[in-house]
Structure formats: C-alpha cells, structure tokens
T-cell receptor
Framework: QQQVKQSPQSLIVQKGGISIINCAYE??????FPWYQQFPGKGPALLIA?????SEKKEGRFTISFNKSAKQFSLHIMDSQPGDSATYFC????????????FGEGTQLTVNP | EPEVTQTPSHQVTQMGQEVILRCVPI?????FYWYRQILGQKVEFLVS????????KSEIFDDQFSVERPDGSNFTLKIRSTKLEDSAMYFC????????????FGPGTRLLVL
C-alpha cells in the first residue's frame, strides 16, 4: 500500500525532445507528490511538486500532470537538454506521517546532444 | 543558499564496527530525516525526528540504528554493529515550517562495510 511504482527505468531522448516519466501510487492518503532530480554523487534535489487538488503544475520546462482517479502522476520535461541528464525520482508522502517520503525506483534520463 | 551538510563523505569500516554519520540540517528547520540508497536502488526512508524524538521509523531501522540530536546543530545516525548489507549511501534531510513539505537533502555519506 505504501509503494510508488515508476517507469521507465531508463530513458534516452534527443536534445529538444520531450521526456516523460510516469508514476503510480496505491495509498490514497498520500497528499504530496514531489519529483526529485539526482546527479551522480549528489543528494536528491527537489525539482517540482504537486498536491492532489490540482491536475497540473508547470515550472519552466517541467510539468507535473496528476490524475487522482487513476492514482497516477507524471513528469514532462519539455525541450530536454543534455544538462537534464540525471536520475529522476518520483515520491509521495502524507502529512500525518510526518511527511516521510516514499520514493519510486528512479528513471535514468540521458539526453543526447 | 542554506544547505544540509554531511560528514564524512565516505566511510569504510569493518563488519561489526560502530559508525556514526553526521549531519548539519538547515538552520531553523524542525524536522529531520535519514534515508539510505543502496547502489542502483531507490531511496528508502529510515527514520524521522521531531522535537527531540523519533516520530516515525521504517522496518529497516532496527535496534542496530539510533539517532540523536546532541546539540542545536548536529543530527547523527549511529549504526552499532555494521553488517555487509548496511553498505549504502546515507542521506540526511531536513524540513522547516516555511518550506512546507519540501525536504532538503544533504550530499550523502557513502558507507562501505567490509
């Protein structure tokens, strides 16, 4: 019930293309859904986050789409750049649990020049 | 910009030895977390800490693990008797009221148990 499933495991995109990473969750009590970006040897860094009261959130080239009924959310990276090459993790948490993050398995994104 | 710091960046230890991983959370943050990431796997929650006590812990956080906030700035994770399977990257994170739900992660400590 606490799991967050993420796909694909790896993704290769050409520069300028759109990268799409998908996540699905089971626990309907989750009320906060962040995406983290991790570069090799670094800690995860918050990229963008959404709450279930909205269906989409956009920040620059990054957009989260959220489907509450399907219990799915996705990250779209528009105009993907080589500098976006990193591992992306979706996560979920619920306020009442002290906000422990449950992470997805991660997606290794490679953007070719 | 304030950031979470962790020391050491790398630690190699022998099985059965005790290790202490140190973290300095962002000043004025109130919630503190430890996570671990085994090589190539996802980040896993270990424990959360608030108001000088553990607020939640995972099944991974057994009696071999303990956390402490010995002073107003440091937050430590102790592994009493390390096992080979404790080899992982350990991340500290902190969260404050003004950051909402956002947890800020440190750069991690890579622990290798031989």
């Amino acid at each position: 019930q606490q799991q967050v499933k993420q796909s694909p495991q790896s993704l290769i995109v050409q520069k300028g293309g759109i990268s799409i990473i998908n996540c699905a969750y089971e626990n309907t009590a989750f009320d906060y859904f962040p995406w983290y970006q991790q570069f090799p040897g670094k800690g995860p860094a918050l990229l963008i986050a959404i709450r279930p009261d909205v269906s989409e959130k956009k920040e620059g080239r990054f957009t989260i789409s959220f489907n509450k009924s399907a219990k799915q959310f996705s990250l779209h990276i528009m105009d993907s750049q080589p500098g976006d090459s990193a591992t992306y993790f979706c996560a979920a948490s619920k306020e009442t649990s002290g906000s422990r993050l449950t992470f997805g398995e991660g997606t290794q994104l490679t953007v070719n020049p | 910009e304030p950031e979470v710091t962790q020391t050491p960046s790398h630690q190699v230890t022998q099985m059965g030895q005790e290790v202490i991983l140190r973290c300095v959370p962002i000043s004025n943050h109130l919630y503190f977390y430890w996570y671990r990431q085994i090589l190539g796997q996802k980040v896993e929650f270990l424990v959360s800490f608030y108001n000088n006590e553990i607020s939640e812990k995972s099944e991974i956080f057994d009696d071999q693990f303990s956390v402490e906030r010995p002073d107003g700035s440091n937050f430590t994770l102790k592994i009493r008797s390390t096992k080979l399977e404790d080899s992982a990257m350990y991340f500290c994170a902190s969260r404050g009221w003004t950051s909402g739900e956002t947890q800020y992660f440190g750069p991690g400590t890579r622990l290798l148990v031989l």
